[in-house]
C-alpha cells in the first residue's frame, strides 16, 4: 500500500487494510480513493435516499391518511431538530473512533425505521419513526460522517475527493423519484417504503465494516498519499494547510468569530433546503404537471449535481473557498427564482437544473470550508457543536413553506423568503475570515494543560511498494 512505513523495532505497528488493489496500470492506488467510493454509496442510500425519496410520499401519504401538508412538514422539521442533537454526540466519537460502527448502526436504523413507515396509522407514528428512528439512523450514517472521515484522508485533494463522493446524493436525486414514484404506483407507498428500508443497510452494512477507516496515519499512510507533486492549489488552501493538525477545544471554537460567522452562512443558505425537498415536488404538481412530469423535472437537481459536483470539488481545490460558497448560494437563488417565473415544463427544467448547480454546491463546499477553516484533527467535534445551529435554522423551513400553502394556497411567498436567504448568505460568506490557531488552556492553578493536545502525527514517508 502507497506510502506505508515498514514495520520494525523501532517504527510504530500500523493497523492492517483491506487486501484490495494497490496498483493500477502501473499507478500506486491510494487507499483514500476506496474510501470516497464507499462515500459515494453511503451517501446515495444513506441521504440521497432520505431527502429526495420523501416529496413523493407527501400526496399520497396526506390523500389516504387524512394530513395536511403542514402536517408532514412538521415531522421534516421533527427530524432535521433531531438529526443535531444526534450530530452534537456523534461529532466527538468521530474524532475518537472513526465511523465504522456508526455507519452500521445508523444504516440498520435507518432501514428499520423506512420498514416501520409503511406501518403508522397516526401522525404521532410518523413523527416518532421518520423524526427520531430514521434521522437518528440518517446522522450515524449519513454526510457528515462520510465528509469527516474523507477530510482526514484528504488535505490538497479534499475538494474533489468530497465533490466526487457527493455525486451519490445528485444520482439518488436523479433516479430516485422515478423510481419511487413507479413503485408506489405498482406496490403502493407503504410496501415502497419497506422496500427502500431493505435497500439501504445491504448496501451500507458491508461496505462500511469492510473498507472504511478513520484515517491514514493509523495505517502508517499520509493524507493524499504523500506529500504534493506540485498541483496547483488555492492561495486559501494553502494557507489552511497549516490548520490541519490544530487542535480545538469546542470552548476554543464558541470564541472565535469565525465559527459564528460560518454558522450564521451555512444556517441562512439551509433554511429553504430541506423545505425546497420536501415540497418543490407538490409544488411543480400543483402547477399542472403530472406526477412523473413533476418526478422527472425535480430529477434535473440530481442530473445538474452529477455534473456540477466534481467540478464544484476542482474549483474548490484551485480558487478561494468563499467564492465558491457565494457562487454557490446565489445560483440557488437564481434557480428559485426561475422557478417561480416560469410556467411550462421545458422550461421548469432548465430551471430546476440551474437551481440544481446550486445545490450540487452544497454538501461539497460547507464540508470542505469547514475543514480548510478548522483543520482535520478535531473536524468532528467542530462539525457536531456547528450541526444543532444550522439545522434549528432549516427546521423551521418545511413548516413554513407547508403553512404558507396552507394559508396562501401558494409557495411563492415561502420560496421568494428564501431567495433572500441565499443573497444574505453570499454577502456573509464573503466576509468571514480565518481564525487564529488557539494557545493553550492553562489553568489558573497552573495545572496541566487541558485543550493542547499533541496534534494528529504524520508517519514518515516509506518507500513504496
Known amino acids: 500500500m502507497a506510502g506505508r512505513a515498514p514495520s ?33 454509496l453511503g451517501s446515495m442510500m444513506g441521504t440521497g435516499i432520505q431527502v429526495y425519496s420523501l416529496g413523493v410520499f407527501l400526496k399520497p401519504m396526506t390523500e389516504e391518511l387524512g394530513w395536511t401538508r403542514t402536517d408532514i412538514s412538521l415531522g421534516q422539521t421533527i427530524s432535521t431538530l433531531c438529526s443535531g442533537v444526534v450530530a452534537f454526540w456523534v461529532g466527538p466519537l468521530l474524532d475518537k473512533h472513526g465511523g465504522r460502527v456508526l455507519m452500521v448502526v445508523g444504516a440498520i436504523a435507518m432501514g428499520a425505521g423506512f420498514v416501520a413507515l409503511g406501518f403508522v396509522q397516526e401522525l404521532w407514528h410518523y413523527y416518532l419513526v421518520k423524526g427520531v428512528l430514521v434521522t437518528a439512523g440518517s446522522a450515524m450514517a449519513g454526510l457528515m460522517v462520510l465528509n469527516v472521515a474523507l477530510s482526514n484522508w484528504f488535505v490538497r485533494r479534499r475538494g474533489i475527493a468530497i465533490g466526487v463522493s457527493a455525486m451519490g446524493v445528485s444520482l439518488a436525486a436523479l433516479t430516485m423519484p422515478l423510481i419511487s414514484t413507479v413503485l408506489i404506483e405498482a406496490y403502493g407507498w407503504r410496501a415502497t417504503w419497506a422496500i427502500l428500508g431493505v435497500t439501504i443497510p445491504a448496501v451500507i452494512v458491508p461496505l462500511s465494516l469492510f473498507v472504511l477507516r478513520r484515517r491514514p496515519e493509523d495505517h502508517g499512510l499520509l493524507p493524499d498519499g504523500g506529500p504534493g507533486n506540485g498541483a496547483p492549489v488555492s492561495k486559501a488552501r494553502a494557507a489552511s494547510m497549516a490548520m490541519q493538525s490544530v487542535v480545538w477545544t469546542r470552548r476554543q471554537a464558541m470564541q472565535t468569530r469565525s465559527l459564528w460567522m460560518l454558522i450564521a452562512t451555512f444556517s441562512l443558505g439551509s433554511v429553504g433546503l430541506s423545505a425546497l425537498f420536501l415540497h418543490m415536488i407538490p409544488y411543480l404538481s400543483d402547477s399542472g ?13 440530481g442530473l445538474s449535481g452529477l455534473i456540477s459536483k466534481p467540478l464544484w470539488g476542482l474549483a474548490l481545490d484551485r480558487f478561494n473557498t468563499s467564492y465558491c460558497a457565494a457562487s454557490e448560494f446565489l445560483l440557488m437563488g437564481a434557480g428559485l427564482s426561475a422557478i417561480i417565473l416560469i410556467d ?45 445551529f444550522t439545522v434549528i435554522a432549516s427546521a423551521g423551513g418545511p413548516v413554513f413553506a407547508g403553512l404558507a400553502y396552507d394559508m396562501r394556497g401558494s409557495y411563492e411567498l415561502a420560496f421568494t423568503i428564501f431567495i433572500a436567504t441565499y443573497v444574505c448568505a453570499a454577502i456573509m460568506i464573503l466576509l468571514t475570515p480565518y481564525p487564529t490557531a488557539p494557545k493553550p488552556d492553562i489553568p489558573p492553578d497552573g495545572g496541566p494543560v487541558l485543550a493542547e493536545a499533541a496534534p494528529v502525527p504524520l508517519p514518515a514517508p516509506a518507500p513504496r511498494g
Not at 493497523?15 to 487507499?31: A, D, E, I, S
Not at 421545458?346 to 470550508?369: K, N, P, Y
Not at 484533527?377 to 457536531?384: F, M, S, Y
Open 8 to 40: 520494525d523495532d523501532s517504527t510504530p505497528t500500523f493497523k492492517p487494510l483491506p487486501r484490495l488493489p494497490t496498483r493500477f496500470k502501473n499507478h500506486v492506488v491510494y487507499y483514500g480513493w476506496y474510501i470516497v467510493l464507499v462515500a459515494f
Open 289 to 301: 404537471l403530472s406526477a412523473t412530469q413533476a418526478a422527472s423535472v425535480f430529477g434535473m437537481v
Open 344 to 388: 411550462n415544463v421545458w422550461g421548469l427544467h432548465l430551471a430546476v437544473f440551474l437551481l440544481g448547480l446550486g445545490i450540487g454546491g452544497v454538501s461539497t463546499v460547507q464540508e470542505v470550508i469547514w475543514a480548510d477553516y478548522f483543520g482535520r484533527a478535531t473536524i468532528g467535534t467542530i462539525r457536531g457543536l456547528s450541526r444543532p
